[in-house]
């Protein structure tokens, strides 16, 4: 089975940039759409984008619309997140998953949809 393994995080103040890739480790992405969550201390793990196997639909959390934003690149079997204007509220440990699924329009948007989850990594805004 793939395993996504998440790189990128850091600590950065408000207002910096950010990219999170997440990799496949033992074999690829096809088939799954993929999507990025966050954690912070004590809460949830929260819905932050996602996108189709195709790379023709994306979502996003209302908080970090126009402001985030996930791709894909299947040939290198990678899923980025360039995160910009990052705020404190931003902060936490971001995991990347993936929804197994035979169309290619397929949506990840909860974490209950998620069929595989890497180890996370640790975002930081600070003030």
């Known amino acids: 089975q793939v395993q996504p393994v998440e790189s990128g995080g850091g600590l950065v103040q408000a207002g910096g940039s950010l990219r999170l890739s997440c990799a496949a480790s033992?074999?690829?992405?096809?088939?799954?759409?993929m999507g990025w969550f966050r954690q912070a201390p004590g809460k949830e793990r929260d819905f932050v984008a996602g996108i189709s196997w195709s790379g023709g639909f994306t979502d996003y959390a209302d908080s970090v619309k126009d402001r985030f934003t996930v791709s894909r690149d299947n040939a290198k079997n990678v899923v980025y997140l360039q995160m910009n204007s990052l705020k404190v509220e931003d902060t936490g440990v971001y995991y990347c998953a993936g929804r197994r699924s035979t169309f290619p329009y397929t949506r990840i948007v909860r974490a209950e949809q998620a069929d595989i989850w890497g180890q996370g990594t640790q975002v930081t805004v600070s003030s």
């Open positions: 033992g074999r690829t992405f096809n088939n799954y759409a």
